[in-house]
């Protein structure tokens, strides 16, 4: 089995066989992004990636895998009825398979009517994750993500009410120093009225790649500063109110690990950030932030 272009998945996901269902993103256009770049969005042919799972049912990896990934950025944007064959023959190939999930767009499942969701969830899809980046309009349309923060709140609605799991991911300092404070208390009120599952928060990191990176070098776009990085965290969790939803701040650029699970650790989580705040926890070395 072959891949096209560079293959990016969820952390959770480090033990799942990566099926590339569909290549790149179909939105593509992020300006803190460089994940897809070099790919253009197009649907791998059914027989195609049917194909790629006979290969591994045939030799020594059958019954290795508990847990598919579909790939790559949006492979929720692939029609129905083949998204569904898809899962059929992973079913019926993989013996040990109790999972599939994938990267979905607001886009993607706003091209699905509620029925072709519950649809999907009934066929076997268990989860999307779904990048919010930001719950401030002014952000999102900055960082052009293609969709407003009702859009996005919306499809994270309808994903949970078709009986699918949310998986959602949102950046700290993606606002910038001077909209950091606008960018967490919108971010937490976005989740708040999402009530994803899962929530994962990763920390903004400039590479050369991205286009914003552009800005940043020509003064134009201004990170917040370590400690200011930490307070827009403490802000977003203290504004997010989600029973029961777990949260992961562990991604590998962040400077401070947390998890826990809302709203029951929020004072722990808090009470975290403040320590490192004051000095009395250590935080990420900037060399192990490397993705």
Excluded at 47 to 69: K, M, T, Y
Excluded at 98 to 110: D, E, K, V
């Amino acid at each position: 089995m072959q891949y096209e272009g560079r293959i990016f998945r969820p952390p959770s996901e480090a033990d799942s066989l990566i099926l590339q269902s569909t290549v790149g993103c179909s939105q593509n256009g992020c300006a803190f992004c460089s994940m897809y770049k070099e790919k253009k969005f197009h649907i791998r042919p059914l027989a195609d990636v049917c194909a790629d799972v006979d290969e591994i049912a045939a030799g020594p990896w059958a019954h290795a895998f508990s847990r598919v990934f579909l790939a790559d950025g949006d492979a929720l944007m692939r029609k129905t009825e083949e998204q569904l064959a898809i899962f059929s023959h992973i079913y019926a190939r993989l013996p040990r398979c109790g999972r599939i999930t994938c990267y979905a767009s607001p886009a993607s499942i706003r091209a699905k009517t509620q029925d072709e969701l519950e649809a999907l969830a009934a066929g076997g899809l268990n989860m999307v994750y779904m990048g919010l980046e930001s719950g401030s309009d002014a952000v999102l349309s900055r960082m052009n993500k293609g969709a407003t923060a009702a859009e996005i709140i919306l499809a994270g609605q309808r994903v949970r009410a078709a009986g699918l799991r949310l998986s959602v991911t949102a950046i700290i300092g993606l606002g910038g120093a001077e909209g950091s404070e606008e960018h967490a208390k919108k971010t937490g009120e976005a989740l708040s009225a999402m009530q994803p599952e899962y929530i994962g928060l990763l920390t903004l990191m400039l590479e050369g790649e991205e286009p914003l990176y552009s800005d940043y070098r020509a003064g134009r776009f201004a990170p917040p500063d370590q400690a200011g990085l930490l307070r827009e965290l403490r802000t977003l969790i203290a504004h997010t109110d989600s029973e029961g939803s777990v949260l992961r701040a562990n991604h590998a650029s962040n400077y401070l690990n947390l998890r826990g699970t809302l709203n029951a650790d929020k004072p722990r989580l808090i009470a975290e950030l403040d320590a490192a705040l004051a000095g009395r926890r250590a935080l990420k070395s900037e060399w192990m932030r490397g993705l």
